[in-house]
C-alpha cells in the first residue's frame, strides 16, 4: 500500500469513507480502494485530502512518524519538475537511471522534469526508496509553517 497512513488519519478525523469520497469527489468504493491498496489515489486527490486536514504528504506516504505542518499545496509543475531534476543530479543519476528504477520510460521521466506532466503518485513513492533523505512535501514544494505563523 503506497499510502500508508490514508485510513489511519481519516479515522483519527472520525471521517467515515462516504464523507471523505464526497469530499474528494468520487465514491465511496474508490476510497475503499486506496485505503486497501488495490488502487493508487492520484497525487492530485492525495494533496487535497492533505490540504483539507493539514496533513504531511510524507506522513500519510509512512516516511515519517510525525505529521509536520505544512502551508496549503498549489501543484506548480515548474517547481516539481525543477525539484526532481535537482535531487536526481544532486544523487548522479541519469533520466534513464531513474526511469528504470521506477519502472517507466526516460521520455516519460523527462516529461515529469520537463514540467509537461506531474509525477504519478506510484513513481513519486519509489523515488523515495531511491533518494535518501526523500521528502515528497518538499518535492512537491510545500513550505512549512513557521512558528511565528
Known amino acids: 500500500m503506497i499510502v500508508k497512513n490514508l485510513r489511519y488519519c481519516r479515522e483519527n478525523l472520525e471521517l467515515k469513507q ?46 515519517t512518524n510525525t505529521n509536520e505542518k505544512y502551508k ?20 548522479k543519476k541519469t533520466q534513464s537511471e531513474v526511469a528504470e528504477i521506477i519502472n517507466t520510460s526516460q521520455s516519460a ?13 506510484n513513481f513519486l513513492y519509489n523515488l523515495s526508496k531511491i533518494y535518501p533523505d526523500f521528502s515528497i512535501d518538499l518535492v512537491l514544494g510545500r513550505e512549512k509553517v513557521s512558528d511565528n505563523t
Open 109 to 121: 521521466y523527462a516529461h515529469y522534469e520537463n514540467a509537461i506532466y506531474l509525477i504519478p503518485t
Open 18 to 63: 462516504k464523507e471523505i469520497a464526497d469530499i474528494l469527489g468520487v465514491t465511496y468504493s474508490t476510497v475503499s480502494g486506496w485505503e486497501t491498496g488495490k488502487d493508487t489515489i492520484p497525487l492530485r486527490k492525495l494533496i487535497d485530502f492533505a490540504n483539507i486536514y493539514n496533513l504531511s504528504l510524507d506522513y500519510l506516504f509512512g516516511l
Open 72 to 91: 496549503t499545496l498549489t501543484v506548480d509543475l515548474k517547481v516539481v519538475g525543477k525539484n526532481l531534476r535537482n535531487i536526481r543530479l544532486k544523487n
